[in-house]
Nanobody
Framework: VQLQASGGGLVQAGGSLRLSCAAS????????MGWFRQAPGKEREFVGR????????IFADSVKGRFTISRDNAKNTVYLQMNSLKPEDTAVYYC???????????WGQGTQVTVSS
């Protein structure tokens, strides 16, 4: 499976963006999906995860209450809705799939999100 992330851009603090991650195969519907981000000079960090069925979500404390994840298995797409954005949310955002089991082993190419103050 291949993943294509999109939807990044420049937004003012307090604004919203929705990122999309489209998968190339229908097997996407069986995978837990995660979102990660990497800011300049920092390590990649976990943002959130949605299970294959969409029944369970978890988020990093830094985004809890502001970000949410959803998926449309019919469209092979997972979404990251980001509200109340802050300058510290500026990063390249990646989607990833647990295609093989326990680890995130398939990654998208990343999409840049820049939040201006």
């Amino acid at each position: 499976v291949q993943l294509q992330a999109s939807g990044g851009g420049l937004v003012q603090a307090g604004g919203s963006l929705r990122l999309s991650c489209a998968a190339s195969e229908r097997t996407f519907s069986r995978y837990d999906m995660g979102w990660f981000r990497q800011a300049p000079g920092k390590e990649r960090e976990f943002v959130g995860r949605i299970t294959w069925s969409g029944s369970s979500l978890i988020f990093a404390d830094s985004v809890k209450g502001r970000f949410t994840i959803s998926r449309d298995n019919a469209k092979n797409t997972v979404y990251l809705q980001m509200n109340s954005l802050k300058p510290e949310d500026t990063a390249v955002y990646y989607c990833a799939a647990k295609a093989g089991g326990r680890t995130y082993d398939v990654w998208g190419q990343g999409t840049q999100v820049t939040v201006s103050s």
